[in-house]
């Protein structure tokens, strides 16, 4: 799963995405340091994983994982071809989700593209070309829709659709605000609509302003994520570049000093994963133990699947325990014998932290 990380030049973007994936993107106090998007991926924090590892002496662990690009910075008249414009859009079209970066700190000696710290306007900014993109493409279905519909009235619900997305854009509000039915849903699918996509914010504050009450600008983003229901995580970009070159134990060492529980990061992460609707199933054994991504939903022989196609098409049962009566119990053996491990079939929808092994035919 890709996860987009935008935002207007110089917010801490590529900060952000060093500090994610240490990857060493390029980073610069200039617009479009960022030019072809960097992509890195990393694992989703778990700790269950390395106390499960411990449990079964396992070889080897391992973590689901999410994919951060790092796309340009955006500007006014993107969607018209300013900037890197259609290039940008199409960059964030790739990805699943959006994590948008919003400076909420004042700092002279760093430039502000439009030359003055404002997140709303920022927001606002970049909400409105994508909005602009996506009516490009809505009037281009919906003149689609009733040129075919004319042959074919199938096409009206179509073009009901379409016009129902344009009337709220229109009125500045993205395409997930709305309500679709599942049909509408099946309609709009393909259409890869830029306000779509689920979005997470995330407000850059300053060194200063850590472990204090929220600053007036990232009460104004909570406010504004809040009309669209979506979440905010507050950290300064700044320090989560520090703790991402640490050790475990100095990064644990650093947090305390600084009165936090867990880093910026792993909140972003862990939230990120929850955005896009996933979850985890484990399995264990001497071998390996390992972290496997999978939609919330999703019923017992697909999640097989995702371990090999050959174990969702000779699926048999799913024997399962949960994480937590694993480790209340200390070993597989005592849960079994205690009766807490389950036998589960083909209409078994999986649950967050069970542990599982699968039974099939080959």
């Not at 854009?169 to 997930?176: E, I, N, S, T, V």
């Not at 699918?189 to 204090?212: H, Q, W």
């Not at 083909?346 to 649950?351: C, N």
Request: net charge negative; aromatic share 6%.
């Amino acid at each position: 799963m890709k996860i987009g990380i935008v935002g207007l030049p110089n917010v801490g973007k590529s900060t952000l995405f060093n500090s994610i994936t240490n990857a060493g993107a390029e980073c610069a106090n200039y617009p479009f340091c960022t030019i072809e998007p960097n992509v890195g991926v990393v694992p989703v924090p778990d700790e269950r994983l390395d106390i499960l590892a411990k449990m079964y002496e396992s070889d080897k662990t391992t973590h689901a994982i999410i994919e951060f690009v790092d796309i340009a910075g955006l500007v006014k008249g993107a969607s018209k071809g300013e900037g890197l414009g259609n290039k940008f859009l199409s960059h964030i079209r790739e990805t699943d989700s959006i994590l948008e970066v919003v400076r909420c700190f004042d700092d002279s000696n760093i430039v502000h593209v439009d030359g003055s710290i404002d997140p709303i306007r920022d927001i606002e900014t970049i909400n409105l070309e994508l909005i602009f993109a996506d009516l490009d493409t809505v009037n281009k279905r919906i003149e689609r829709a009733a040129k075919l519909a004319k042959g074919d009235k199938k096409y009206l619900q179509e073009e009901d659709t379409f016009k129902k997305v344009r009337d709220a854009l229109q009125d500045g509000k993205p395409a997930r605000m709305l309500n679709f039915s599942d049909e509408e849903k099946e309609v709009i699918k393909d259409a890869f609509l830029l306000t779509m996509k689920p979005i997470l914010y995330v407000a850059n504050i300053s060194e200063g302003d850590i472990g204090k009450e929220e600053n007036a600008y990232v009460k104004q983003v909570r406010e504004y994520a809040k009309s669209e229901n979506a979440d905010v995580i507050t950290l300064c970009v700044k320090i989560e570049e520090e703790l991402s070159a640490l050790t475990d134990d100095d990064k644990k060492e650093m947090l305390e000093a600084i009165g936090l529980e867990e880093s910026g990061l792993d909140k972003v992460i862990k939230a990120s994963y929850d955005l896009l609707g996933l979850m985890s199933f484990l399995t264990a054994g001497k071998k390996e133990v390992r972290a496997w991504t999978i939609n919330k939903g999703t019923k017992a022989p697909q999640a097989a699947g995702k371990i090999h196609s050959d174990f969702e098409r000779g699926f048999i049962k799913a024997e399962i325990v949960s994480y937590d009566d694993l480790i209340k119990n200390g070993s597989y053996q005592k849960v079994k014998e205690l009766g807490l491990v389950r036998l589960e079939g083909k209409d078994y929808i999986m649950q967050e932290g069970d542990v599982v092994e699968f039974k099939f035919n080959v």
